[in-house]
């Protein structure tokens, strides 16, 4: 997550932090029963306001955030963005011993937490609710000028560390002609030049 955190130094992401991730949500953070999180950052607003109100705190874990580093990449990193790293995850490891519950997406996911932490997640599955299904004015294929003989995989998220985005373009360099990459979502700008020293242009699509 740190990627998005552009500063050079600990200090100004310090006072970043403490104004975006603690002061701000402070004010905002409404009196209720239950916390339900899935973000580490504001961590600290929301375990304070738990600890006022006598409410208990359920961390939703969407990845395996620790391991999307290996020690081998963080000791890359310059000194202030291993910092951020490592700070982060220090964060998270105190939400999972706060929580009164962790919940995450798979089987795997779960298994990870539970040797890296010592939690149990209760394992809610990420998966895609057909009963929100509306039938749109332009489908993906048409969108995109593509025609039915053409194969499109689609890759649905938005862009983040730890993605084997260059990967997949390998792959798709690979493949036939007629076979079509969509990465449907945000923050994939860094890759657009990659993409296009790559000659994929016409093959791979971003929405």
């Not at 310090?14 to 209720?32: M, T």
């Amino acid at each position: 997550m740190c990627e998005r955190v552009p500063f050079f130094s600990i200090f100004p992401f310090l006072l970043w932090y403490i104004g975006c991730s603690f002061i701000v949500p402070l004010k905002h953070i409404p009196r209720a029963a239950v916390y339900y999180i899935h973000g580490m950052e504001f961590f600290p607003a929301v375990s304070l306001v738990c600890t006022r109100y006598a409410a208990p705190l359920i961390y939703d874990a969407h990845d395996f955030y620790a391991g999307v580093h290996s020690q081998t990449e963080l000791n890359k990193f310059s000194f202030t963005r291993r910092w951020i790293t490592t700070f982060y995850r220090h964060l998270e490891s105190r939400l999972i011993r706060k929580a009164t519950a962790v919940v995450t997406v798979s089987s795997g996911v779960a298994a990870l937490l539970h040797e890296t932490f010592s939690c149990n997640p209760i394992v809610v599955r990420n998966c895609h609710d057909l009963r929100l299904d509306k039938e749109p004015s332009t489908h993906l294929r048409q969108a995109l000028g593509l025609s039915s003989d053409q194969f499109i995989l689609v890759a649905v998220g938005n862009a983040k560390e730890g993605a084997a985005i260059e990967e997949a373009l390998d792959a798709i360099q690979k493949l036939p002609a007629r076979v079509h990459l969509v990465f449907l979502g945000k923050y994939f700008e860094p890759h657009m030049k990659n993409i296009g020293s790559r000659h994929l242009k016409e093959r791979v699509h971003v929405v």
